[in-house]
């Protein structure tokens, strides 16, 4: 499979792992917390500390679940607006005592209900845009499946940004794309074409620094590479000063979009 959408569609197969399996397989002594301090606990977003490599960090990710029952718990992987605030929770407390985020993006985009519109989706998004960018503290993204809109982006504003070579990041699904520009749910192809959403594009279009290549019969491969790349990341950020950090991380965005003229 090599077109955008079939990309797409392997990005959202139902055998391929979560979160919960990442977080398993690359951290040590994980012990989640809970809550937002505001309204409730969200299931869909897992948060916690646990050691890797011998450096204690925060770990943030999107979990869909696997089977009927957890994926109705974990909301199908889109968040709540509590999800997001519990996740800027646990930045703030990393930033506080020091410890690398690592976050592991997997959802189709935040829950589009009305509970969660009249609870502040928006500005739970946002706030965590603008806490991000100034976060005193290396961060780093991980997708590992769908990237969908700004569900995504509320955990992606991070000094790297990693995409298995299946993975998708869009600010839309290709089947809304094809909805709305043309009337007609059939060029969700055309959609998915013009979004530019594989972790290829993205490489091109410097969103992404690494694309991890997937060994779908061995997922301890996958997850090796990720760990030696993870070793390698963490050790560049713990020795870079605070401040050079941060103006790294500002300028890497001041890059989007850029464009020259003759």
Request: charged share 30%.
């Amino acid at each position: 499979m090599s077109g955008a959408y079939e990309k797409v569609k392997l990005s959202r197969a139902k055998d391929r792992p979560t979160t919960l399996k990442y977080i398993e397989s690359l951290f040590e002594d994980f012990i989640e917390f809970h809550g937002d301090r505001y309204f409730a606990d969200d299931s869909s977003i897992i948060g916690g500390i646990a050691s890797f490599n011998g450096v204690s960090v925060t770990v943030i990710g999107i979990e869909k679940g696997a089977g009927t029952k957890e994926k109705i718990h974990r909301n199908f992987g889109s968040p709540n607006p509590e999800g997001y605030r519990k996740a800027l929770r646990l930045m703030k407390q990393a930033e506080k005592f020091c410890r690398p985020v690592v976050c592991i993006v997997d959802t189709a985009g935040a829950f589009p209900g009305i509970g969660p519109e009249e609870r502040g989706q928006g500005l739970a998004i946002a706030s965590n845009l603008m806490e991000m960018m100034t976060l005193k503290t290396p961060i780093i993204s991980i997708f590992i499946g769908e990237g969908g809109s700004g569900g995504a982006l509320a955990l992606a504003v991070a000094d790297e940004v990693w995409m298995l070579e299946n993975a998708m990041y869009s600010v839309i699904s290709p089947e809304g794309c094809a909805s709305i520009l043309w009337k007609d749910p059939k060029r969700v192809k055309d959609a998915a074409e013009s979004l530019k959403l594989t972790a290829e594009d993205m490489l091109k279009l410097k969103v992404a620094e690494k694309i991890i290549p997937e060994n779908k019969k061995d997922f301890s491969a996958t997850s090796k590479i990720i760990k030696d790349l993870l070793v390698k990341f963490l050790k560049e950020k713990q020795d870079t000063d605070i401040a050079t950090l941060l103006e790294n991380r500002y300028q890497r965005f001041r890059a989007f979009g850029e464009f020259f003229e003759n």
